[in-house]
């Protein structure tokens, strides 16, 4: 689609229409290919879209749809549903993150995209 | 010691921690002064997000708000948290590629428009001062309650601070304040929340204290305790909800997706070294959030408790000492409705308009006289949210230390959050509009300069906020958010993951979600504040929960108008896959 040639040569920079001198062009040691970037891009959506359908059963389902079919249900002192919407949604919102972050650092390796042969340093 | 000078004390350390912070990380380039040269360890940058996005409303209101709407709370819980699982998955680790300063820059730059950029900087700016009014108001009542000093004084003191620390070190400065701050204000809301927590529930942490048997050795869970004296004083139970489903519903995504489009809180992620570490420091961000907003829940059942307990059906000659001193605030009053000598206290506003009006003079009791006409019902106080988490210490009859804590955490999170603030503002005046609109010719010394002074320029605006509040402060909060989630997220988004998404789209879309969200919040807050009611709501959603729709609407007019227009240069094609690859950010923007 596009660009295909690009890849070839390694170079992905682009220029930018406002007369900025700077450039987007990787370092010549990370070179990826189009359709790397585009498996990289499916793994990652397909990945996020899993977390989000958690992200939404857990908040909006369990402590907003359904907290009152919850609610019938006590857990020590709390109604199932309550919990959710006041303590439980919030530690599942943190577990998500993690695991984004660690799988996506899995992800990033398979494809070759995690940066470890860049410099470490920045500038 | 007094609680006064304890407080002084406090509150003095941790000015001179601040002010030796700002010194020690001096911003040397316009690059560090942006966003701290990218240098900033993940866990720090965690807790400086923390600071920045905890505000004086978090700390101050939150636990409040919920301790009298009940499961109705859990909106601002769940909203002002989920909002960060979005940000990780969705938004921080791409803009962190993109290696630019601004939020302004993504949408400028991403669609290739000088006009998108602008309308981005209005909403960015709008969004900003409407945010740090809260916390100026949030200062003066740090100052004014717990120093007896005048709010104007206190005010100036504070900005004095912020002005040092903002304008030495910008975002260099910022962040590791920030990060000192957090520390403080997480230790000043946990201990008293710990100590209130033995007491009521003979748990140390207040999360599970929540879900425990009470210790006054009735047997009875500490929840169903308080739901059995709401119930019995006639008011709803505690742990079910009046607000319609919908409404929940829609607050909920509207706080999320408007948390998630702040633009102080996105930039936070420009400053870590690799794209990697934006997921990461998302998450570490969001633990520290969550300390505070798993306890909020906590404080909010154990003070509501506390606060009935003592004084419930008790003789105002008999009340402690507190209730006389928070007369003093105005922040709560009492009538003697039916001259019995005793405070009773049931659903209802105890008097009308929306605060108390006191005149000279004291009744029977001793108690402040009011001048407002009484409410037909038997509640006998008025009681502003905002007292829970400010007075619980001393409801509790913790030590003075621990109160004079709670005024430094306050105005920590205060503090930092107008930090966070004025920096997206200059930044957005220096760069966004100057360097990159107005005068794209400066140099970076030059920059840097303009940064100072905007910032400057918008801390005396912010001032002038802080002595002279709006009326409509309390209004205009629904603002911020609505026209975050309605205008800055879902451009942003679509221009992330969507390679088709044009400029003629973007540019419709924030217009449309922004032109909705403020005529509906301006018609129910503003012109016609008596329709303000769930049968005249589209769809029954109030102006708080409008953000989601405004945001919805955004998202099938871009689509719309951009499948109809023509697709974007090839140019931004390549700038979409550059930021969907983590490799190489480090290298983004070399100079």
């Given at each position: 689609m596009i660009k295909d040639n690009k890849s070839a040569s390694g170079d992905q920079s682009y220029v930018r229409d406002s007369g900025n001198a700077e450039n987007f062009s990787n370092h010549a040691n990370n070179i990826v290919s189009t359709t790397v970037v585009d498996s990289y891009w499916k793994a990652n959506v397909k990945l996020l879209l899993q977390l989000l359908v958690l992200w939404f059963v857990v908040s909006f389902g369990c402590g907003i749809l359904l907290v009152d079919v919850l609610d019938q249900f006590s857990l020590f002192g709390f109604k199932v549903g309550f919990w959710f919407a006041q303590q439980g949604g919030i530690y599942v919102f943190v577990v998500l993150i993690f695991v984004y972050a660690v799988r996506m650092k899995t992800i990033d390796k398979n494809y070759g995209v995690d940066g470890e042969s860049s410099s470490k340093n920045g500038d | 010691m007094d609680v006064q000078t304890l407080t002084y004390i406090f509150i003095g350390l941790t000015f001179v921690f601040y002010l030796a912070i700002a010194v020690w990380s001096k911003a040397q380039s316009t690059r560090d002064f942006y966003v701290a040269s990218g240098g900033v360890h993940p866990v720090i940058n965690g807790m400086a997000t923390a600071a920045d996005w905890m505000s004086a409303a978090s700390f101050i209101s939150v636990a409040g708000i919920i301790a009298f709407m009940g499961r109705d709370g859990s909106v601002y819980l769940l909203g002002w948290t989920g909002g960060y699982v979005l940000l990780a998955l969705l938004l921080a680790p791409y803009l962190r590629k993109f290696g630019q300063f601004t939020v302004p820059d993504f949408i400028g730059e991403r669609y290739y428009s000088k006009v998108a950029r602008v309308v981005a900087v209005i909403c960015l700016i709008f969004i900003s001062f409407t945010y740090?009014?809260?916390?100026?108001?949030?200062?003066?009542?740090?100052?004014?309650?717990?120093l007896g000093v005048d709010i104007t004084i206190g005010v100036l003191i504070g900005m004095g601070i912020v002005f040092v620390y903002?304008?030495?070190?910008?975002?260099?400065?910022?962040?590791?304040?920030?990060?000192?701050?957090?520390?403080?204000?997480?230790?000043?809301?946990?201990?008293?929340?710990?100590?209130?927590?033995?007491?009521?529930?003979?748990?140390?942490?207040?999360?599970?204290?929540?879900?425990?048997?009470?210790?006054?050795?009735?047997?009875?869970?500490?929840?169903?305790?308080?739901?059995?004296?709401?119930?019995?004083?006639?008011?709803?139970?505690?742990?079910?909800?009046?607000?319609?489903?919908?409404?929940?519903?829609?607050?909920?995504?509207?706080?999320?997706?408007?948390?998630?489009?702040?633009?102080?809180?996105?930039?936070?992620?420009?400053?870590?070294?690799?794209?990697?570490?934006?997921?990461?420091?998302?998450?570490?961000?969001?633990?520290?959030?969550?300390?505070?907003?798993?306890?909020?829940?906590?404080?909010?059942?154990?003070?509501?408790?506390?606060?009935?307990?003592?004084?419930?059906?008790?003789?105002?000659?008999?009340?402690?000492?507190?209730?006389?001193?928070?007369?003093?605030?105005?922040?709560?009053?009492?009538?003697?409705?039916?001259?019995d000598g005793a405070i009773q206290y049931a659903p209802g506003a105890a008097l009308e308009g929306s605060s108390p009006v006191f005149v000279d003079g004291r009744g029977l009791s001793g108690q402040r006289r009011v001048g407002n006409v009484l409410s037909p019902n038997e509640n006998e106080v008025y009681i502003d949210r905002d007292i829970m988490v400010l007075a619980h210490p001393e409801m509790a009859g913790l030590p003075n230390w621990v109160i004079a804590l709670v005024a430094a955490g306050g105005l920590a999170a205060a503090l930092s959050t107008a930090a966070g603030l004025l920096l997206v503002i200059s930044t957005s005046v220096s760069h966004d509009l100057l360097k990159r609109t107005l005068m794209p010719g400066i140099s970076d010394r030059k920059e840097l300069l303009y940064a100072r002074l905007a910032i400057a320029v918008a801390l005396g605006l912010a001032a002038v906020f802080g002595i002279y509040p709006p009326a409509f402060v309390a209004q205009v909060v629904a603002f911020a958010f609505g026209l975050a989630a309605a205008s800055l997220f879902p451009v942003i988004l679509m221009g992330i993951f969507s390679k088709r998404m044009n400029k003629e789209g973007a540019i419709a879309g924030m217009l449309t979600g922004l032109v909705f969200t403020f005529s509906y919040i301006v018609y129910f807050k503003f012109v016609a504040p008596e329709l303000n009611t769930p049968e005249h709501w589209f769809l029954g959603i109030s102006p708080e929960g409008i953000g989601f729709i405004g945001a919805l609407l955004n998202f099938i007019v871009a689509t719309?108008?951009?499948?109809?227009?023509?697709?974007?240069?090839?140019?931004?094609?390549?700038?979409?896959?550059?930021?969907?690859?983590?490799?190489g950010a480090e290298s983004g923007r070399m100079h």
């Amino acid at each position: 689609m596009i660009k295909d040639n690009k890849s070839a040569s390694g170079d992905q920079s682009y220029v930018r229409d406002s007369g900025n001198a700077e450039n987007f062009s990787n370092h010549a040691n990370n070179i990826v290919s189009t359709t790397v970037v585009d498996s990289y891009w499916k793994a990652n959506v397909k990945l996020l879209l899993q977390l989000l359908v958690l992200w939404f059963v857990v908040s909006f389902g369990c402590g907003i749809l359904l907290v009152d079919v919850l609610d019938q249900f006590s857990l020590f002192g709390f109604k199932v549903g309550f919990w959710f919407a006041q303590q439980g949604g919030i530690y599942v919102f943190v577990v998500l993150i993690f695991v984004y972050a660690v799988r996506m650092k899995t992800i990033d390796k398979n494809y070759g995209v995690d940066g470890e042969s860049s410099s470490k340093n920045g500038d | 010691m007094d609680v006064q000078t304890l407080t002084y004390i406090f509150i003095g350390l941790t000015f001179v921690f601040y002010l030796a912070i700002a010194v020690w990380s001096k911003a040397q380039s316009t690059r560090d002064f942006y966003v701290a040269s990218g240098g900033v360890h993940p866990v720090i940058n965690g807790m400086a997000t923390a600071a920045d996005w905890m505000s004086a409303a978090s700390f101050i209101s939150v636990a409040g708000i919920i301790a009298f709407m009940g499961r109705d709370g859990s909106v601002y819980l769940l909203g002002w948290t989920g909002g960060y699982v979005l940000l990780a998955l969705l938004l921080a680790p791409y803009l962190r590629k993109f290696g630019q300063f601004t939020v302004p820059d993504f949408i400028g730059e991403r669609y290739y428009s000088k006009v998108a950029r602008v309308v981005a900087v209005i909403c960015l700016i709008f969004i900003s001062f409407t945010y740090i009014a809260g916390q100026m108001r949030g200062v003066g009542i740090v100052f004014s309650r717990f120093l007896g000093v005048d709010i104007t004084i206190g005010v100036l003191i504070g900005m004095g601070i912020v002005f040092v620390y903002a304008v030495l070190g910008g975002m260099k400065g910022i962040t590791y304040t920030q990060a000192a701050q957090y520390c403080i204000l997480i230790f000043a809301y946990m201990v008293p929340a710990i100590f209130v927590s033995i007491l009521v529930s003979g748990w140390a942490i207040p999360q599970i204290g929540l879900g425990a048997e009470t210790t006054d050795g009735s047997g009875l869970y500490v929840l169903d305790r308080l739901d059995g004296i709401l119930t019995d004083l006639g008011f709803n139970a505690y742990t079910d909800g009046v607000r319609s489903t919908i409404d929940v519903f829609a607050i909920t995504a509207a706080l999320m997706i408007g948390t998630a489009g702040l633009p102080h809180v996105i930039v936070r992620f420009f400053t870590v070294p690799k794209v990697s570490d934006a997921r990461l420091s998302a998450g570490y961000a969001l633990v520290f959030i969550a300390i505070l907003y798993t306890t909020a829940p906590a404080v909010a059942v154990f003070s509501r408790l506390t606060f009935i307990e003592s004084v419930h059906n008790r003789p105002y000659v008999e009340t402690p000492s507190w209730f006389g001193k928070w007369e003093e605030t105005g922040l709560l009053a009492w009538v003697d409705k039916n001259n019995d000598g005793a405070i009773q206290y049931a659903p209802g506003a105890a008097l009308e308009g929306s605060s108390p009006v006191f005149v000279d003079g004291r009744g029977l009791s001793g108690q402040r006289r009011v001048g407002n006409v009484l409410s037909p019902n038997e509640n006998e106080v008025y009681i502003d949210r905002d007292i829970m988490v400010l007075a619980h210490p001393e409801m509790a009859g913790l030590p003075n230390w621990v109160i004079a804590l709670v005024a430094a955490g306050g105005l920590a999170a205060a503090l930092s959050t107008a930090a966070g603030l004025l920096l997206v503002i200059s930044t957005s005046v220096s760069h966004d509009l100057l360097k990159r609109t107005l005068m794209p010719g400066i140099s970076d010394r030059k920059e840097l300069l303009y940064a100072r002074l905007a910032i400057a320029v918008a801390l005396g605006l912010a001032a002038v906020f802080g002595i002279y509040p709006p009326a409509f402060v309390a209004q205009v909060v629904a603002f911020a958010f609505g026209l975050a989630a309605a205008s800055l997220f879902p451009v942003i988004l679509m221009g992330i993951f969507s390679k088709r998404m044009n400029k003629e789209g973007a540019i419709a879309g924030m217009l449309t979600g922004l032109v909705f969200t403020f005529s509906y919040i301006v018609y129910f807050k503003f012109v016609a504040p008596e329709l303000n009611t769930p049968e005249h709501w589209f769809l029954g959603i109030s102006p708080e929960g409008i953000g989601f729709i405004g945001a919805l609407l955004n998202f099938i007019v871009a689509t719309a108008v951009s499948s109809g227009t023509s697709s974007p240069p090839s140019s931004v094609q390549d700038l979409v896959n550059y930021i969907r690859t983590p490799t190489g950010a480090e290298s983004g923007r070399m100079h």
